[in-house]
């Protein structure tokens, strides 16, 4: 599987932004999918995590309430929609894959994903 992410960008306190991660392979949609961020000199942080089917999603605590995470099997495409963004979100954020059962085990833990996409950058200004 290859992830490919997108819709990264400048945008000002307060605003939004929806990220995209479109998945290559057949099997995209047996996948439990995850949202990490990684900001300057920090550790790669878990963001959100959606099981194959979307009836799962799991948020960190700072971006419950603001994020949102979705996916369409339709279009191999998980998506990560993003309001009330704070400085502190500013990060380059990354999306995963893993091809196991969705599970409180692993979904929140990065040395758990199989495949990650390249990373797209969000500033978020003051």
């Known amino acids: 599987v290859q992830l490919q992410a997108s819709g990264g960008g400048l945008v000002q306190a307060g605003g939004s932004l929806r990220l995209s991660c479109t998945a290559s392979?057949?099997?995209?949609?047996?996948?439990?999918m995850g949202w990490f961020r990684q900001g300057p000199g920090k550790e790669r942080d878990f963001v959100a995590a959606i099981n194959w089917r979307g009836g799962i999603r799991n948020y960190a605590d700072s971006v419950k309430g603001r994020f949102t995470i979705s996916r369409d099997n339709a279009k191999n495409t998980v998506y990560l929609q993003m309001n009330s963004l704070k400085p502190e979100d500013t990060a380059v954020y990354y999306c995963?894959?893993?091809?196991?059962?969705?599970?409180?085990?692993?979904?929140?833990?990065?040395?758990?994903?199989?495949?990650w996409g390249q990373g797209t950058q969000v500033t978020v200004s003051s």
């Open positions: 392979g057949r099997t995209f949609s047996s996948y439990g």
């Open positions: 995963a894959a893993k091809d196991q059962l969705y599970s409180s085990s692993w979904y929140d833990n990065p040395n758990r994903y199989n495949y």
